[in-house]
């Protein structure tokens, strides 16, 4: 192999969008359907838009988030006790208030159904100890997973510079997530309830519109900061057919997102 | 009644039984009791009957359709004639003669039976028929009341049995048309091909969007189906489901229109279907849609997402959702403009 050639098999070993350009990148069958997008059909990728392209990934942030508290395999029963900077938390919040816990299994349910930036900062601080040194953590597990397009600011997906993901990185993060039989329950309540150790309750909703309305919808995430714009990652099982889709500032983030995938089963049928 | 030989004993046995029924001159007069005794092929019958006071003047014909004629009565002997039409005609005479608390008579019949298996046969049959009077006050029309009664209740039975059939079938064939049995309306042999009330409403049925979804649903399977509907509806199906197609697209108003009509769209009118959800499905909020409207514009997702995506499409004067949020970041100045009309921006940050 000439000094060159190597040169050029190392960058691309280095540089996973551009292995995947080497590989044969998926095709753009759907160029308006974000500003970046993957779709997968049994772990193979079908169609594919910016795929590796660094964008804000918003509340899907809280993938990690999640694999971070699972990986920890804490008690879910431990109470996760409520900072002032968690209660001071911005965007979708349950309200919680300084001083006031949530068990482990509850600021997850709440972080993961309804995006609860509380809850997760929270949980983020439980953890690590505070925020920025479960965002080091985050990092860490970012880069053990590859995530090369990846880095994070902050634990729940604020808008930040440098707070970035990729479409493809994303779909990596969510099948390690979901690898967690817990994470997976989670992520296909369309409601729940939790309590605080005091008492207080909050009735969660979900966020993710598909779930009971696509067929074989078995959640996972939804996601919108302005910087992000809409964002999705989703699962449907169809007839042992699984379908993995992530968009990335989708601005009919719902629709395209029902769209992609009965096209993905559709795809999948054909082939079948 | 028609005698059927098995045959010329029937008639014979039918003749007798028919003693019971007064005799010819019994109408008005008070009755007594006599003793009967009849003889016909051999066979012999005892019977008290009630007979006018000075006797029967005629025997009993072999049927109750035999009419008499050539009535002559000279002193106690009356002489007549039969005859029984039909299809085992008969003719004959006979005459009887009353004496002092007796009477005898004859009665002798010629004609053609056909057996069981249509076979033409002569016959002759000659009765015998001689009476004494026991005495004793009767009423001589009792048994022919008791015989008209029976028969009306026979007849009344029969038109109840007639008309519970009818109405089953009535019955049976209206809920043929309500499921779209169409084998039983097919002309050869289908019971509901002559119920007009049936027939009326399966056409009825096959003019709505529901039946004739029913019908194309049938006719996948049952070639039958195509032929009734021709029949009935004496047109041709696919020009039926075009007409419905534009009677249904031009009522059409997004949700508002009846659901069993927009499936009818959906299914049947993919012409149609696509210009309507090209006006109704752009800015749907996702979560307010119902099921169907969710495929329909699921569908329409789908094929506009190919070209060039659900943002370029035309949306509805109103849309809803939270006009009062921030526009997104877009990247030209078009995208900012159509990004600005959108109020679909439904979720805050982590949604």
Redo the contacts between chains.
């Keep these: 192999m000439s000094r060159s050639a190597a040169a050029v098999a190392a960058l691309l070993c280095l540089w996973p969008a551009a292995a995947r350009q080497a590989e044969g990148e998926p095709p753009d ?5 974000g ?1 970046a997008y993957l779709v997968a059909i049994d772990g193979a990728e079908v169609w594919a838009r910016a795929a590796d392209r660094p964008l804000p990934p ?2 899907l942030t809280k993938l990690m988030t999640a694999l971070l508290v699972l990986e920890a395999q804490e008690d879910p029963g431990t109470w996760v006790r409520v900072s002032a900077l968690s209660a001071r938390e ?4 349950l309200g919680l208030r300084e001083g006031e816990a949530l068990s482990l299994e509850g600021a997850l349910t709440a972080t993961l159904v309804s ?3 509380d809850a997760c900062l929270a949980l983020a601080e439980h953890v690590a100890g505070s925020g920025p040194a479960f965002v080091a953590r985050m990092n860490a597990r970012a880069q053990k997973l590859g995530l090369g397009a990846t880095h994070f600011q902050n634990p ?3 808008d930040a510079a440098g707070h970035v993901s990729s479409a493809r990185d994303l779909l990596r993060l969510a099948r390690a997530a979901l690898a967690f039989p817990e994470f997976r329950r989670m992520v296909a309540l369309k409601e729940a309830t939790v309590a605080t150790r005091g008492g207080r309750s909050f009735a969660l909703r979900t ?1 993710n ?1 598909l779930l009971g ?1 696509l067929r074989g919808a078995l959640g996972v995430k ?6 992000a ?2 964002c999705m990652v989703a699962l449907a099982v169809r007839d042992g057919v699984e379908v993995l889709a992530v968009l990335l ?1 989708s ?2 983030r ?3 997102t ?3 995938v ?2 993905a089963f ?1 795809e999948a049928h054909r082939h079948g | 009644m028609a005698f059927r030989f098995d045959g010329l004993l029937g008639m014979v046995v039918m003749a007798m039984a028919l003693l019971v029924a007064p005799l010819a001159g019994a109408a008005e007069e008070q009755g007594v009791w006599w003793d009967v005794t009849s003889d016909a092929m051999g066979m012999s019958t005892k019977q008290r009957l009630c007979l006018p006071e000075g006797g029967p003047t005629e025997m009993p014909p072999p049927d109750p359709g035999c009419t008499y004629s050539d009535v002559r009565t000279v002193g106690k002997r009356t002489t007549f004639r039969v005859t029984c039409t039909g299809q085992d005609a008969m003719s004959g005479s006979g005459d009887i003669t009353r004496g002092d608390g007796t009477f005898a008579g004859i009665l002798n019949m010629q004609g053609t039976m056909k057996d069981r298996k249509g076979n033409s046969q002569q016959m002759a049959v000659a009765m015998t028929m001689k009476g004494q009077r026991a005495g004793g006050a009767c009423d001589p029309n009792a048994a022919k009341k008791k015989v008209a009664a029976i028969k009306q209740q026979q007849q009344e039975l029969q038109n109840e049995m007639q008309a519970q059939a009818q109405k089953a079938n009535a019955q049976m064939c209206d809920r043929a048309a309500t499921d779209l049995n169409f084998r039983l309306f097919a002309k050869q042999g289908g019971p509901c091909a002559s119920v007009p009330a049936a027939l009326a409403k399966l056409r009825e049925i096959l003019g709505t969007f529901s039946g004739y979804t029913g019908y194309l649903r049938a006719a996948e399977g049952d070639p039958t189906a195509r032929q009734v509907y021709e029949e009935v509806m004496n047109s041709d199906p696919e020009a039926d489901k075009a007409k419905l197609c534009k009677k249904a697209a031009a009522s059409s108003s997004c949700e508002k229109t009846p659901d069993e009509v927009t499936r009818f769209l959906r299914k049947n009118c993919p012409t149609e279907m696509r210009g309507i959800a090209r006006l109704c ?1 752009p800015g ?1 909020d ?2 307010g849609v119902n ?1 169907l409207w ?1 495929d329909i ?2 569908d329409y ?2 094929e506009v ?2 070209k ?5 499409q035309p949306k509805p004067a109103k849309t809803s959702g939270d006009t009062t949020r ?1 526009a ?4 030209s100045p078009h995208d900012q403009a159509v ?1 600005k009309a ?1 109020d ?1 921006l439904k ?5």
């Design positions: 069958a759907y160029p308006r359907a500003k918003a509340s911005t965007g979708s919040r995006s609860a930036n729940c997906g604020h966020h519109l309305r939804s996601g919108y900061t302005e910087g714009g809409r500032d601005p009919d719902w629709w395209t029902a769209a992609l009965e096209l559709d | 499905c749907r996702f979560s099921a969710y514009c699921t997702a789908k997402l190919g060039g995506g659900l943002k370029d921030p997104e970041k877009t990247d990004q959108r679909a979720g805050l940050f982590g949604n």
